[in-house]
């Protein structure tokens, strides 16, 4: 067989493979970070009835890390097409996608959302700070100098300031990106404030005390229904949709709201992100229409309906640079 046979026979394979694959799902494949999943089950379900030429996309949650899991996978129909995250992802993470051939990892952060503490509206009122946050779940603290374990059982004996509660904190578990941003702002905050190292600022109690949650957040929010004294861990989107149940702690004196988080003054922020997989699209239908639309102002601009849902706006120019580089297909940088 001659190169012009041989060329002729791969265009032929290539072409027939990608018909396949198209032929094989004709809807978008969505999964990963709880905190993100409301905002992008909005987008979706808008999508499904603004454009009816393409399916509704279906959107899974499973924690960034897991998102991350499914779609490093490798590329086709059994993979999922976008990966929804509360961190950006890591190095080892690309590593991984690229080994399995993913290597059009296009990035797009579409708004902020604030981590806060809330307890049940019956509960006491807390003003923390990441000292208090730290000397609550570390299983070593320093007392008069000297690191021993954790002797803390009542939030008032680390600052009488604090209400006379006993201490249970319901945080993310390791899968969930709120796990990082909870880790770096406020754990090794006041770890760090008291000179800890890291394996004291990453080393928690297991006296029943600190409880790591692998679910969403309505599993947190089961854990302190059945638990009112309990501090929880969510996403202020999450704790703005069930203020009636819920009271929110300051930190650092700053309270939680849309403004301090878009601001910066409050100090547990973090950006939002999804991850699209750029070898599906053109193949899987829909995917850089569903990507424009979630960028769109009436989507994630001021005003829109993910702001409705609690999402913190980012800046008209920086949501279009972010769609820009989405256009030119802009693949994420190493780390």
Known sequence: MNLKTLGVAALALATTSTLAFAQA?????????????????????????????????VVGSGG??????????????????????????????????????????????????????????????????????FKALAAQV????????????????????????????????????????????????????????????TTFRTDGRVVEISGDYTETLARLQSAPAAVGVFGLSFYEENRDTLKVASVSGIVP????????????????YFYVKGEHIGVIPGIAEFVTYFLSDEMAGPGGFLQDAGLIPEPDDVRAAALAGFEARTVVAPR
Do not use: K, M
Request: glycine share 10%; charged share 15%.
């Open 25 to 57: 799902r004709d809807t978008i494949q969505v999964a990963g970070s709880s905190t993100v999943l409301p905002f992008a089950s909005i987008v979706a379900e808008e999508f499904g009835n603004a454009f009816p030429a393409f399916n509704t996309p």
């Open 64 to 133: 960034t890390g897991g998102g991350f899991r499914q779609f490093c996978e490798g590329v086709g129909p059994n993979t999922i097409d976008i990966a929804n995250a509360s961190r950006p992802i890591s190095a080892a993470e690309i590593a991984t996608c690229n080994t399995n051939g993913v290597n059009q990892i296009l990035e797009v952060q579409f708004g902020f959302d604030g981590i806060v503490f809330a307890t049940s509206t019956s509960q006491g009122d807390f003003a923390l700070t990441p000292l208090h946050v």
């Open 142 to 201: 320093p007392v008069d100098g000297v690191w021993v374990a954790n002797p803390y059982t009542n939030w008032n004996q680390i600052d009488p300031a604090l209400p006379d509660q006993a201490i249970t904190l319901v945080i993310p578990a390791s899968n969930h990106g709120t796990r990082e941003v909870f880790q770096t702002r406020v754990i090794d905050a006041g770890c760090h404030e008291v000179g800890g190292a890291e394996a004291q600022c």
């Open 257 to 272: 709201t849309l403004e301090t988080v878009a601001d910066g003054t409050y100090p547990v922020s973090r950006p939002l």
